[in-house]
């Protein structure tokens, strides 16, 4: 593949993946508003933002299992037309249903291009799929920060929840350009046989790891969407905190090689969890300025936590191929679609028993925040003990891997 031309497909996919976390970052920052709107409880506002984490895992695998079949341009052609949709459709939402709808489209074409990109980077890197797959992934918090800034200023200066959520026709607008317009590779360097995927997906070790990423994507992504309604009362503003978290990420996953092969994937996930487990109950701890600390460390923790997942699984467990990143993703964003409602409602709770113990007003909506966040803490930790339990058997997971790679060639 011509070289120029494989840059402008990378680049599609990375002005793809901006607008996947734009939606994350923007919805995040208009929560709050469409509560007030349209009368909308906690507990409603975490099955809006669910629909997003099932439209993502329903889109993963229907396209892991078309991948083969179809191939990355016309995923992300889906992803285009369904990303169109839902913005639309939210702008001009007139209540919870209709929010309901568009929220999902978002999801399904957020679904779309992870089921569409990851395949496609790891087949054309093939040599540093791990390394090039956190490159991709830089964009997701990339977006995070461009969104929360872009809903900071917007909100400050005035202007509506719906013209926030417009901006993202732009990027939407360049990268169906760029799908549309470019040639795409063919599959060479990943397992593109779907009766060999499915029959791959029976591997213990690709089990293990679709159980870690419900609990990695979790501990990433629950903090982050609820991060205004938790936060919002605590002395730090909220959309600076996600800027900052995000903007660390981005950092991270750009400079992520190196410590790759230093550290090797498992390596890298035992020390993001421990770092995440810790962050997250200095979360539920901190006040004011020490937040912003507080959220540095989460953002050191959790910025390699899905890159890595998804390269483990398509050098550890190759056989699986496309089918078995999206898989993997889409269990992730699976057990984050439950979890939102349960935490959104853990929130209204908290808050109701703050009010009961006399809390009122803003000290109330701290203390409420600061419990969901000390039950958070649960996730990363259960995640020490399982990529500890990897990290003692690695030399013998890393053998399987070479031995694989040479039956392979």
Not at 10 to 25: D, E, G, K, P, R
Not at 259 to 279: D, E
Not at 335 to 358: F, H, M, Q, V
Request: proline fraction near 3%; glycine fraction near 10%.
């Amino acid at each position: 593949m011509e070289q120029m031309n494989k840059r402008k497909v990378f680049l599609a996919a990375c002005m793809a993946l901006i607008v996947t976390s734009m939606t994350f970052a923007i919805r995040a920052g208009i929560l709050t508003q469409l509560g007030k709107d349209f009368g909308i409880s906690n507990q409603e506002l975490g099955w809006i933002n669910s629909m997003a984490f099932l439209g993502f895992p329903l889109a993963m695998l229907l396209g892991g299992l078309m991948y083969n079949t179809l191939g990355a341009k016309k995923l992300l052609m889906v992803a285009f037309v369904c990303h169109l949709l839902g913005l639309v459709l939210t702008i001009y939402a007139g209540g919870f249903w209709t929010l309901i709808i568009s929220t999902f489209f978002i999801g399904f074409a957020n679904g779309s291009v992870e089921a569409a990109c990851n395949p496609m980077i790891a087949d054309m890197y093939t040599n540093n799929r791990t390394a090039m797959l956190n490159k991709f992934h830089v964009w997701f918090p990339g977006g995070l920060v461009i969104g929360a800034l872009v809903s900071k200023f917007m909100t400050d200066g005035g202007i509506n929840w719906q013209m926030q959520i417009a901006t993202m026709l732009i990027p939407t607008a360049i990268y169906g350009f760029l799908v549309f317009t470019q040639k795409f590779p063919q599959s060479e360097n990943i397992e593109s046989n779907t009766s060999a995927n499915i029959k791959a997906l029976a591997n213990p070790l690709f089990l293990f790891m679709m159980v870690c990423m419900t609990l990695t994507a979790t501990s990433e992504f629950i903090p982050q969407q609820w991060i205004e309604s938790i936060l919002g009362s605590s002395g730090a503003s909220p959309m600076l905190v996600l800027a900052l978290v995000t903007g660390i990420m981005a950092l991270g996953r750009f400079f992520a090689g190196p410590i790759i092969h230093k550290l090797n994937p498992i390596g890298v996930l035992l020390m993001s969890a421990i770092i995440t487990a810790t962050a997250i109950y200095f979360m539920s701890v901190a006040d004011g300025a020490m937040i912003y600390v507080a959220a540095a460390l989460f953002a050191l923790g959790v910025c390699y936590f899905w890159p890595t997942m998804i390269g483990f699984v398509s050098e550890y467990t190759s056989k699986t191929g496309a089918l078995g990143m999206s898989l993997v993703g889409g269990a992730g964003m699976f057990a984050t679609s439950i979890w939102n409602p349960i935490i959104g409602s853990r929130l209204d709770t908290e808050k109701e028993s703050a009010l009961a113990a006399g809390l009122i007003g803003e000290v109330a909506e701290v203390a409420a925040g600061k419990a969901v966040l000390g039950f958070m803490v649960y996730f990363p930790l259960a995640l020490v003990v399982l990529f500890g339990i990897l990290f003692v058997i690695r030399k013998k997971i890393e053998a399987q891997r070479i031995a694989q790679s040479a039956y392979k060639l």
